[in-house]
């Protein structure tokens, strides 16, 4: 059985940080695209960035380019999103999904196979 824990979240001030982690279990890690979403009050799901370690692909949106980092540890099976100089508009249950299907990675919510139940960030102005 597939499982996916998403940990990390909280409450930080404009300008602070963060470092979101993705457990994943049940699936063969290499062969997975793992994909950070969030999803704001009122707002559709949105691909904030993906990672495919064993392809070296990793993606971002231009949203988040420059004070986001993903990075995975194969070992322990987890994703991580570093988030730095957060603003108010990065408030969002953060949510980890992972997709095996796909040559690239995907920024809709419908291409992913599993989800984490998310977990919230909110940044105070």
């Known amino acids: 059985e597939v499982e996916i824990v998403e940990s990390g979240g909280g409450l930080v001030q404009t300008g602070g940080s963060l470092r979101l982690s993705c457990a994943l279990s049940g699936l063969f890690f290499d062969d997975y695209h793992i994909t950070w979403f969030r999803q704001a009050p009122g707002k559709e799901r949105e691909a904030v960035s993906c990672i495919k370690d064993s392809e070296g692909s990793i993606l971002y949106a231009d949203s988040v380019k420059g004070r986001f980092t993903i990075s995975s540890d194969g070992t322990r099976n987890t994703v991580y999103l570093q988030m730095n100089s957060l603003k108010p508009e990065d408030t969002a249950v953060y949510y980890c999904?992972?997709?095996?299907?796909?040559?690239?990675?995907?920024?809709?919510?419908?291409?992913?196979?599993?989800w984490g139940k998310g977990t919230l960030v909110t940044v105070s102005s």
């Open positions: 999904a992972a997709d095996d299907r796909l040559a690239a990675c995907s920024r809709f919510y419908d291409d992913m196979d599993y």
